[in-house]
């Protein structure tokens, strides 16, 4: 195996590729007009991205006679949601950790709360008219060191004890070949549930939806606070929206929040997108559109793209201080970014060789149970929505349909599910947080790195890796 760089081809930053294809696919459109002046309106929601777009469509479709507007800090789709890995799949491979978080049948109903939300995904991102590369094929993960053999049995036998056998179908050697060869690869599950899609394009096509539904868009319109009453105020730079329900769907900027800084940590993923290599992606007989993703804790996620090109991902970027979300770690670490790239060099060796169009970062909200959760602030009618823990695609549409239940005070199947009624575990204080996380953080990779070239990592990593399990936490365990 050649010696992998420890800097990538291209230093990190924004936009993502999928960000500004989707901007010069639209023709670069003008913004929407930013607030100017004082609106009043039955619902007023921050944050253009899934969770935003999603909400504003379902209130729409559900109570027509809401009147509904939507801020955005900058241009709907610039965050998270335009610059993911364009996975799609609910919670089917989350059974594991959901079960003992959860329980059985919690577990059971958000997975099959992710299967309705990858129907409405999958109705929307193929109607007539829209180009958003919606690719459905199932969900492949990988072992691709020996030490991560053993996570393809606790995804069978979990599958099997729940009574849903075949939503986690195990793959030897010679079946995962038959979906990608790579000579890294070891055996593997089969998840029949996943899809691709282009994140970006995604996000605008909800943009032009929400606008042809009615909703009122305000882009480069960030909102500086917020005050509860009756109704609720929101100011912003140049405006203000008088609104008796508010939803907070900023997604990182939330941790800040007083009620939501003890459950959610601010890491990082990163991606890179490839130069079109189509012929080199036949070769190694990747010929249909599974997602694949490695069996580590700090993943690697990666997928094809409808033009021949790969995007692989590494979720081992950097964590944040006290969820401060300017730190430029989160979008311009080099060491995150070359992890990324030695993961496509790894991973894929057919690809040595092939250009790197890209490289971004960007912030996740991971929760104390890596699972998204959506409540209204006790005793105002200000609702919110995030967690999501760098898996949020499928996700933000069920955040979409909680959070319009919650603005409607109404129990039905979305604000029934655990992800609006469980009891949240409270992480570490700061500066423990941090300062563990990055100690945790450093353990586990080193062990993974370790792992992947048939070692053994030191003393101290292990012991670091070791520290979440010791003190019972639901994150950071592998
Ligand atoms: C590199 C990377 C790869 C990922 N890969 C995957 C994947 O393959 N599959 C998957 O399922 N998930 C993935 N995720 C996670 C997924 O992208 C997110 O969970 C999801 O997009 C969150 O959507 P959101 O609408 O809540 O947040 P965002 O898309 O971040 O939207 C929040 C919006 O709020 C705006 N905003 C913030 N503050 C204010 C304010 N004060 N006023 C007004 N607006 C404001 C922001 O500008 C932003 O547009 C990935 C994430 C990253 C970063």
């Given at each position: 195996?050649?010696?992998?760089?420890?800097?990538?081809?291209?230093?990190?930053g924004?936009?993502?590729?999928?960000?500004?294809d989707?901007?010069?696919?639209?023709?670069?459109?003008?913004?929407?007009?930013?607030?100017n002046?004082?609106?009043?309106?039955?619902v007023a929601?921050?944050?253009?991205?899934?969770?935003?777009?999603?909400?504003?469509?379902?209130?729409r479709?559900?109570a027509?006679?809401?009147s509904?507007?939507?801020?955005?800090?900058s241009?709907?789709?610039?965050?998270?949601?335009g610059?993911?890995?364009g996975?799609?799949?609910?919670?089917?491979?989350?059974?594991?950790?959901?079960?003992?978080?959860?329980?059985?049948?919690?577990?059971l109903a958000?997975a099959?709360?992710?299967?309705?939300?990858?129907?409405?995904?999958?109705?929307f991102?193929?109607a007539?008219g829209?180009?958003?590369?919606w690719?459905?094929?199932g969900?492949v993960?990988?072992?691709a060191a020996?030490a991560?053999?053993a996570?393809?049995?606790?995804?069978?036998d979990?599958?099997?004890?729940?009574?849903?056998?075949?939503?986690?179908?195990?793959l030897?050697p010679?079946?995962?070949?038959d979906?990608?060869?790579s000579?890294?690869?070891?055996?593997?599950i089969y998840?029949?549930e996943g899809?691709?899609?282009?994140p970006?394009?995604?996000?605008?096509?909800?943009r032009?939806?929400?606008?042809?539904?009615?909703?009122?868009?305000?882009?480069?319109?960030?909102?500086?606070?917020?005050?509860a009453?009756?109704?609720n105020?929101?100011?912003?730079?140049?405006?203000?929206?008088?609104a008796?329900?508010?939803?907070?769907?900023?997604?990182?900027?939330?941790?800040k929040?007083?009620?939501?800084?003890?459950?959610v940590?601010?890491?990082?993923s990163?991606?890179?997108?490839?130069?079109?290599?189509?012929?080199?992606?036949?070769?190694?007989?990747?010929n249909?559109?599974?997602?694949i993703?490695d069996?580590?804790?700090f993943?690697?996620?990666?997928?094809?793209?409808?033009?021949?090109?790969?995007l692989?991902?590494s979720?081992?970027g950097?964590i944040?201080?006290?969820?401060?979300?300017q730190?430029p770690s989160?979008?311009?670490?080099?060491?995150?970014a070359?992890?990324a790239e030695?993961?496509?060099?790894?991973?894929?060796?057919?690809l040595?060789?092939?250009?790197?169009?890209?490289?971004?970062?960007?912030?996740i909200?991971?929760s104390?149970?890596r699972?998204?959760?959506?409540?209204?602030v006790?005793?105002?009618?200000?609702?919110y929505?995030c967690g999501?823990?760098?898996?949020?695609?499928?996700?933000?549409?069920m955040?979409g349909?909680c959070?319009?239940?919650?603005?409607?005070?109404v129990?039905?199947?979305?604000?029934?599910?655990?992800?609006?009624?469980?009891?949240?575990p409270?992480l570490?204080?700061?500066p423990?947080r941090?300062?563990g996380g990055?100690l945790?953080?450093?353990?586990i990779?080193?062990?993974?790195?370790?792992?992947?070239k048939?070692e053994?990592a030191?003393f101290?990593?292990?012991?670091?890796a070791?520290?979440?399990?010791?003190?019972?936490?639901r994150?950071?365990?592998?």
């Open positions: 195996m050649p010696q992998l760089s420890d800097l990538p081809s291209t230093s990190p924004d936009p993502s590729w999928w960000f500004s989707a901007m010069r696919a639209e023709g670069n459109e003008p913004a929407s007009p930013a607030l002046g004082q609106i009043t309106v039955d929601i921050v944050g253009g991205g899934f969770t935003g777009l999603w909400t504003a469509l379902a209130l479709e559900r027509p006679q809401l509904v507007a939507l801020i955005e800090a241009l709907c789709g610039c965050g998270a949601s610059k993911n890995g996975k799609v799949h609910g919670y089917w491979a989350s059974l594991a950790g959901m079960a003992a978080n959860i329980g059985a049948d919690g577990a958000v099959r709360a992710g299967t309705r939300a990858q129907d409405a995904i999958r109705a991102a193929t007539p829209r180009d958003v590369w690719r459905e094929a969900n993960r990988v072992a020996p991560q053999d996570k393809i049995k606790l995804y069978a979990t599958a099997k004890r729940l009574g849903v056998p075949d939503s986690a179908q195990p030897t010679e079946q995962v070949a979906y990608c060869r000579p890294v690869f070891r055996g593997g998840l029949p899809a691709n899609v282009h970006a394009r995604l996000a605008r096509a909800l032009k939806a929400a606008i042809d539904a009615g909703v009122s868009i305000y882009e480069n319109t960030p909102m500086s606070s917020v005050v009453g009756s109704p105020r929101i100011s912003t730079p140049r405006g203000e929206i008088i008796r329900e508010v939803v907070l769907a900023t997604n990182i900027e939330l941790a929040r007083p009620e939501i800084r003890a459950h940590s601010v890491f990082s990163y991606a890179l997108m490839t130069e079109p290599a189509p012929d080199k992606l036949a070769a190694m007989g990747w249909r559109d599974e997602g993703a069996l580590r804790m993943v690697h996620y990666f997928r094809k793209t409808a033009d021949g090109r790969v692989m991902g979720g081992s950097p944040s201080f006290g969820g401060n979300t730190d989160l979008t311009t670490d080099r060491a995150s070359a992890r030695k993961g496509l060099r790894r991973l894929l060796p057919a040595a060789d092939v250009g790197i169009a890209k490289i971004w970062g960007g912030g909200d991971v104390s149970d699972l998204p959760f959506f409540r209204t006790p005793g105002t009618r200000i609702h929505g999501y823990s760098g898996h949020g695609v499928n996700p933000t549409y955040g349909q959070l319009a239940s919650l603005v409607l005070g129990k039905d199947e979305w604000s029934s599910l655990p992800l609006c009624t469980r009891d949240l409270a570490p204080p700061e423990f941090a300062v990055r945790v953080r450093w353990g990779i080193g062990c993974e790195e370790a792992e992947e048939s053994s030191g101290a990593m292990r012991a670091a070791a520290i979440p399990k010791l003190f019972g936490l994150i950071g365990t592998r």
